[in-house]
């Protein structure tokens, strides 16, 4: 079955680019999602489509894809981008999610 | 705004069936452009797919799951449920329901607020 890999953590000083990758054979031919979930909530959608960004969602978060790789891409993080990070696609119209990562800003 | 709310038992015995149900108000499930989908996730764990539905009936689930998984939609109610059978200790988790939108690419959006099902004896 297809998967996908992530790092489990990453660490980020406020202000500061966090990159969150996501490895799976040719990933490049897929389309990725990436969601954030909080503590206690549900996840929400911040990527799709690669690149594109839900209204609401800060122009701060950006995604790309490229060969085997995927990565979510937080300029400036802030204090309230503390939270764990998904991706997501299909394969064989199934859909896998990465195990996910933890980013924590310090 | 679109908004989604699981409901069911908190609790199933190991053996028995799991059954939640997913309310959706402020759209229709009827809709072909959506389908709609359920997720878990166990205690401390990260997500697992479950399965799609769409409007029709028609669905396609994760095939690790797809043995003991039923799944309908009832759209005079705006509703879709989940039947999972033969359960056991490892299918406790939070479970979500999501409306999937489809197209050359399938996504998750919006996710209800989840709910909790624990299976104990």
């Known amino acids: 079955s297809y998967k996908l890999t992530q790092p489990p953590s990453v660490s980020v000083s406020p202000g500061q680019t966090a990159s969150i990758t996501c490895s799976g054979d040719k990933l490049d031919d897929k389309y990725v999602c990436w969601y954030q979930q909080k503590p206690g909530q549900s996840p929400v959608l911040v990527i799709y489509q690669h690149t594109k960004r839900p209204s609401g969602i800060p122009e701060r978060f950006s995604g790309s894809n490229s060969g085997n790789t995927a990565t979510l891409t937080i300029s400036g993080t802030q204090a309230m981008d503390e939270a764990d990070y998904y991706c997501q696609a299909w394969d064989s119209n199934t859909a896998v999610f990465g195990g996910g990562t933890k980013l924590t800003v310090l | 705004q679109l908004q989604l709310q699981e409901s069911g038992p908190g609790l199933v015995k190991p053996s028995e069936t799991l059954s939640l149900t997913c309310t959706v108000s402020g759209g229709s499930v009827s809709s072909g452009y959506y389908h709609w989908a359920w997720i878990r996730q166990p205690p401390g764990k990260g997500l697992e797919w479950i399965g799609n539905i769409y409007y029709s009936g028609g669905t396609y689930c994760n095939p690790s799951l797809r043995s003991r998984v039923t799944m309908s939609v009832d759209t005079s109610k705006n509703q879709f449920s989940l039947k999972l059978s033969s359960v056991t200790v490892a299918d406790t988790a939070v479970y979500y329901c999501?409306?999937?939108?489809?197209?050359?690419?399938?996504?998750?959006?919006?996710w209800g607020q989840g709910t909790l099902v624990t299976v104990s004896s």
């Open positions: 999501a409306r999937v939108a489809v197209g050359t690419e399938r996504w998750f959006d919006p």
